[in-house]
């Protein structure tokens, strides 16, 4: 037996007590948490059927720590989130679903287009929720420490969730970070705004279409959605206009009469709209230009959704494309 040998039975006793290192390492992590769960009103039977199977999966935290820089121009996101065929099934989903939106809408005081625009952009209107347990997604997540605190508090809630009899272990699936069902919402989430809409004991955004437009509706409605308003509207200016890219934030509001006055046109050169409104002007810079919006308090209201303005301008965009009032 040569060198090479006992080299390779070296790396494999060095390798394997690493493992074990890390195994015992991740138990104590387990059962400490488990503490932490109870002491959170869980159940003792939830905490040993979720925390007792759960597994690391290493490929959550390749994702976490490789997301790729954000370096799509507006128009280029545009095409990919607010695409022909997804603005063709979204006026199909409108149609078919119609009944039930118009209820929804009356309900929570949401125009049916934002709450089909929201499902579309996020799941592809329910068809791709993810694929991950959401258990052991969060578990990575909170094991690994980068934004445990994060993390774990999400975990929690997922247990909750899991506690509460609305979805099991096995069937609660989503993304990599633990965005779940046909909204995409985190556990906190569901617990603040999903609904049992139709009133059969459990919240389901997964597998139950009513339950999911109304808990969409439901987040839109807590943020204080104005239903007598839109999100607002891409625009131009002419050379009047001299504002300074400090002064075009979503602090800086001024009635619709104002923008006006300061050079604020449709994009056919049109006056705006004579609407006793107030909004703010921001600016995009797209592949070869800047491309201006005005945009209202809705607007505000889909970025506590999600951050992006890019995210926030295809929502609108979408919810204008699909809207068959």
Known sequence: MGLKFYFTILLFVIITNNLSAKTEEFSIWIDNFKIRAEKSGISKTTIDETLNRVKLIPRIIELDRNQPEFTLTLSQYLRNVVSKKRIKKGISKIRENWELLETISNKYNVQPRFIVALWGIETDFGRVTGGFP?????????YD??????????LINAL????QGHISYDQMV?????????TQFMPSSFLNFAQDYDNDGRKDIWGTKEDALASAANYLSKLKWNNNETWGREVIVNDNFNLIDD??????????IEWQSLGVRRMDGRDLPKKNLEGYL????????????LVYQNFKRI???????????SVGILS???NIN
């Open 320 to 322: 204008d494309s699909i």
């Open 174 to 182: 989503g993304s990599w970070a633990g965005a779940m069902g046909q």
């Open 134 to 142: 959401v258990i052991d997604a969060l578990v990575t997540l909170s």
């Open 282 to 293: 921001i600016k995009i810079k797209d592949t070869n230009k800047e491309r201006y919006f």
């Open 247 to 256: 002064e075009l934030t979503l602090q800086n509001k001024k009635t619709i």
């Open 145 to 154: 420490g980068r934004r445990s605190k994060y993390f774990s508090k999400e």
């Open 160 to 163: 909750k969730i899991i506690d």
């Open 303 to 313: 970025l506590k959704w999600n951050t992006s303005n890019y995210f926030a301008i």
